[in-house]
């Protein structure tokens, strides 16, 4: 295709505010389909989607009070729209973003050699904080009902 049928083929890709501002530009500004490509991409250049690097995952950390379980969610929902995350890379974020307490504590104890192995310690711990906070409802609970019974 030539310049001059790609130029006339272009503006029927557009709509909304890139067919507004290709309708606006000056009679005879384009002289060749180069040219309206880079008015277009000059033009348009922010607009372009913001890919994610590693460096995303430094801001993360798990917030005090906040389950395992919330955290490694809010984790991986970043890791994952990272392309080409190396999993050594997020592991050693992962790591350096926990807390202190019995999840971090044993992966300093016994460090894992893979983020499969990571995410498999933190399952169980994830039971364990799901499992205590069933208990400790529980006991509120009956609690609340003995101090009911007593009144």
Not at 33 to 40: D, R, S
Not at 79 to 108: E, K
Request: glycine residues 2%; contains cysteine; charged residues 25%.
């Amino acid at each position: 295709m030539d310049d001059a049928m790609l130029c006339r083929v272009f503006p029927t890709s557009l709509k909304g505010v890139t067919l507004s501002w290709f309708t606006k530009l000056s009679p005879n500004s384009i002289d060749s389909f180069a040219t309206l490509v880079t008015k277009f991409e000059t033009q348009f250049a922010t607009s372009k989607p913001h890919h994610l690097t590693s460096i995303a995952l430094v801001g993360i950390r798990k917030e005090k009070g906040e389950s395992l379980r919330t955290f490694i969610d809010r984790f991986n929902k970043v890791a994952m729209s990272i392309r080409n995350l190396s999993p050594d890379v997020a592991m050693h974020h992962m790591l350096t973003a926990l807390s202190p307490g019995p999840f971090a504590d044993n992966m300093c104890m016994q460090p894992t050699a893979s983020l499969d192995e990571l995410r498999k310690r933190a399952a169980k711990y994830m039971q364990l904080e799901e499992l205590k906070e069933f208990r400790n409802q529980a006991r509120a609970e009956a609690s609340e009902e003995k101090n009911k019974e007593e009144k």
